[in-house]
């Protein structure tokens, strides 16, 4: 635990590595929630239908949403430390071409029992 998502528009697929990305990222949140990086997770799902405004200008604009899931009862500050340190690491971690955009955003958001429950199988 957490759980990192990462969805990113299909035009960034070959701008970044996402194991590398998902790895600081992990040092990070281990600092920040002093816990350990052995058990996070990570997916990335690469988005090839995405629609950014009206302008129909979706060739010059990308996106990258994160999420990262973690056990509840942390504090607010705790939350938003985590995700100014994904957004830092995001910004250094995909370089904007001239006449690019890159939108990004972070969303810290608790896994809740009951509703959230976990297993390890093997």
Do not use: C
Request: aromatic share 10%; no cysteine.
């Amino acid at each position: 635990m957490p759980h990192l998502t990462v969805s990113y528009t299909a035009a960034l697929a070959g701008a970044f590595d996402a194991t590398a990305f998902a790895h600081e990222i992990f040092g990070e949140a281990a600092a920040i929630l002093d816990a350990d990086p052995a058990t996070f997770k990570a997916r990335f799902t690469r988005i090839d239908d995405w629609v950014i405004g009206i302008d129909g200008a979706e060739a010059e604009k990308n996106w990258v949403q994160i999420f990262l899931d973690i056990a509840s009862g942390r504090t607010s500050e705790i939350k938003e430390a985590l995700a100014k340190a994904v957004l830092t690491i995001t910004e250094k971690t995909f370089a904007v071409t001239a006449g690019q955009a890159i939108y990004v955003s972070a969303d810290v958001r608790e896994l809740v029992p009951p509703g959230f429950q976990h297993t390890t199988l093997g």
